[in-house]
């Protein structure tokens, strides 16, 4: 089991920087943020906040989606579409259950993108 959580970890690396590649291809300026706490308590709900921020973009951002994986907890959501008007921000709260999850380190990947952008973040959530 621990093998497939490293093979799903280093293809989820990958995917993320293609995504950089991608971005550097995008001209409207775009910016992307996921805000959480790094800490959480076993038996908590954690939330993950992921900001779309469209202000000084000229175009407005149609079909919109986030994804949130953690591979090792066999987390995977996948948001409904948004759309993000220019000039303004979105923001797309997760919220996890960490009931019976074993103490520890795990990563967190999160993807935004639609058919003209993609964007990749990375963050470390640990369980107390």
């Not at 995008?26 to 954690?46: H, Q």
Request: overall charge negative.
């Amino acid at each position: 089991m621990r093998r497939w959580q490293v093979i799903t970890s280093v293809v989820l690396l990958a995917l993320m920087l293609f995504a950089v590649n991608v971005d550097a291809r995008r001209l409207e300026p775009m910016k992307v943020y996921a805000d959480s706490d790094d800490y959480v308590t076993e038996g908590d709900l954690w939330e993950l906040y992921v900001t779309v921020d469209n202000d000084e973009s000229s175009a407005r951002l149609d079909d919109v989606k986030v994804r949130v994986m953690i591979p090792e907890l066999g987390v995977y959501y996948t948001s409904s579409e948004f759309d993000v008007s220019r000039h303004s921000v979105r923001t797309k709260t997760v919220a996890v259950d960490m009931d019976n999850v074993d103490e520890g380190s795990y990563n967190v990947f999160i993807f935004v993108s639609n058919d003209d952008f993609s964007r990749a973040k990375h963050r470390v959530v640990t369980v107390n």
